[in-house]
């Protein structure tokens, strides 16, 4: 009885210990991919329905996910894949298709490379 | 009648009987369908008029300054002279416009625009039932404006002219302008629903219209409204002011508007002139 309960909690004990090696196994062989985020300041944001054109000029960028129009502080945050070809010259060339002017443009993918 | 040679562009907010600078971006396309009810009124005689028109109406953006657009309107036109009723309704005739955005000027949340406007009316309409006379339509224009996110200003300057029509006769030139303030009064996120009010001021200088045949005299004129060419200094002119408030309603890339036009100021009343006109649009953009 005793040498069976003694085995029990070894047993425990090392499925335990087990789990937590695996859990930081797998984060060790497969990382969740980081987002890349860029930052643009837009000029002529004045009306949303105006907006709009610019909202789709950039949803055809390739890897883009997700896209934030921030008509208040003249912002565009586009969310996109780390490994996503876009460059500055994409993004400026749909905000001027869109009929409005890119005034900045901050690169997190830029902000890394320099770390 | 005068805007049945001007299809609404799609592409931004702008008056609702007049144009403003935007066009639309770079292959974007828009369509509408666009609605207005208007009764005039002669006061001399005591006739009466009223006409609807239900138009669509579709713009494509060729670059992100230069816009193409047409118009197809279907009109139905009740007039009343001496307690007799007339009624005509058919296709009116197609309108092409050309926008083209010659100076921007952009800053954190507003845009500056300055846009030649220029179009042609084409003599496609019914005849028979004298909702088109057959004369080919001009107009050219400017228009300006400050968009801001909170307030907007807009200007334009139209002329409209036209040829002979199949009866001889041809409508006069209009000189239209526009100046309309406006505002946005609560500033929401990029997604949520944008309500924007104007109140737009038309004036319009019309020359009377030159007529060949008395058969002509008696029809009502479709185009152009007044009679005459400011280039040639012939015919009376007419000069009327209108004030109409509106609302633009928009979600995303559709839009809802419309307006209520009021002439308050009539310098002459010996033709046949709008007691109101009311129009309503639905916009899409894609």
């Known amino acids: ?115 | 009648m005068l805007l049945g040679l001007f299809p609404a562009f799609v592409s931004a907010h702008e008056p609702v009987f007049g144009p403003g600078p935007r066009t639309i971006w770079k292959d974007g396309v828009g369509f509408s369908s666009q609605n207005e009810w208007a009764d005039r009124e002669n006061e001399a005689t005591g006739d009466t008029e009223s006409e609807r028109t239900h138009a669509v109406g579709m713009v494509y953006g060729v670059t992100d300054r230069l816009a193409l657009g047409l118009r197809l309107p279907y009109k139905t036109i009740v007039h009343e002279k001496g307690g007799v009723s007339e009624t005509h309704g058919g296709m009116a005739d197609l309108s092409t416009l050309v926008k083209w955005n010659v100076w921007r000027n952009t800053g954190k949340r507003y845009l500056d625009g300055v846009t030649l406007l220029g179009g042609l009316r084409l003599p496609t309409g019914e005849r028979e039932e004298n909702i088109s006379n057959g004369s080919t339509g001009y107009v050219m224009g400017l228009t300006a404006a400050r968009e801001h996110l909170r307030y907007y200003a807009f200007a334009s300057a139209l002329y409209f002219t036209s040829g002979p029509g199949s009866d001889g006769s041809r409508p006069g030139d209009v000189l239209q302008y526009n100046l309309t303030p406006g505002i946005r009064p609560r500033i929401g996120a990029y997604t949520d629903p944008d309500l924007v009010l104007l109140a737009e001021f038309v004036g319009r200088l019309q020359r009377a219209s030159t007529s060949r045949s008395t058969e002509a005299q008696a029809v009502p004129r479709r185009n152009g409204g007044g009679v005459g060419s400011f280039a040639e200094g012939v015919g009376k002119t007419d000069h009327t002011l209108a004030v109409a408030p509106e609302a633009l309603f928009s979600w995303r890339n559709v839009m809802i508007k419309g307006g209520v036009q009021i002439p308050f100021l009539d310098v002459d009343s010996d033709r046949m002139e709008d007691r109101w006109r009311i129009a309503a649009d639905l916009i899409v953009q894609f």
């Open chain 1, 1 to 115: 009885m005793i040498r069976i309960l003694f085995s029990s909690w070894i047993v425990a004990v090392l499925l335990f210990a087990g789990g937590i090696a695996t859990a930081t196994w797998a984060e060790d062989e497969a990382p969740a991919p980081e987002e890349r985020v860029i930052t643009c300041e837009v000029d002529g944001l004045a009306c949303p329905f105006c907006a709009f054109g610019l909202e789709k000029k950039i949803k055809k960028l390739s890897g883009v996910k997700k896209l934030d129009i921030l008509m208040k502080e003249g912002q565009v945050k586009i969310h996109a894949e780390s490994d996503a070809d876009i460059s500055k010259k994409d993004v400026e060339k749909a905000v001027k298709d869109s009929g409005f002017e890119l005034k900045a443009y901050k690169d997190s993918k830029d902000e890394k490379s320099e770390q």
